[in-house]
Nanobody, 124 residues
Framework: QVQLVESGGGLVQAGGSVRLSCAASGRTFRSNAMGWFRRAPGKEREFVAAVSWSGAGTIYADSVKGRFTISRDSAKNTVYLRMNNLKPEDTAVYYC?????????????????WGQGTQVTVSS
């Protein structure tokens, strides 16, 4: 199986930056896509960003495009989410996810494994 552990969350002021990390362990073969999702209080979980297994393909939710950057270090089995110009509406629990994929593309859903989540709180 696969284990995903997120880190890097916390309290940040609006306009600030945070970098989340997600370390994958277990049966992490090369051909996997990774993504970030979030769940704000009282809302459904939503897609944030994803990166293909090669790192060449990325996709973002419109709400974070231009502010967030997803990247991966396959040698370390780690994916990152750099979040700049944070807004109070970015406050949420952020989840890392992994999807087996024979195609080198970044999916927005149907992930196979999930982390426990890390809280990001943006104060105004």
């Amino acid at each position: 199986q696969v284990q995903l552990v997120e880190s890097g969350g916390g309290l940040v002021q609006a306009g600030g930056s945070v970098r989340l990390s997600c370390a994958a362990s277990g049966r992490t073969f090369r051909s996997n896509a990774m993504g970030w999702f979030r769940r704000a209080p009282g809302k459904e979980r939503e897609f944030v960003a994803a990166v293909s297994w090669s790192g060449a393909g990325t996709i973002y939710a419109d709400s974070v495009k231009g502010r967030f950057t997803i990247s991966r270090d396959s040698a370390k089995n780690t994916v990152y989410l750099r979040m700049n110009n944070l807004k109070p509406e970015d406050t949420a629990v952020y989840y890392c996810a992994l999807k087996w994929s024979s195609r080198d593309y970044p999916p927005t859903g149907n992930y196979d494994y999930w982390g426990q989540g890390t809280q990001v709180t943006v104060s105004s």
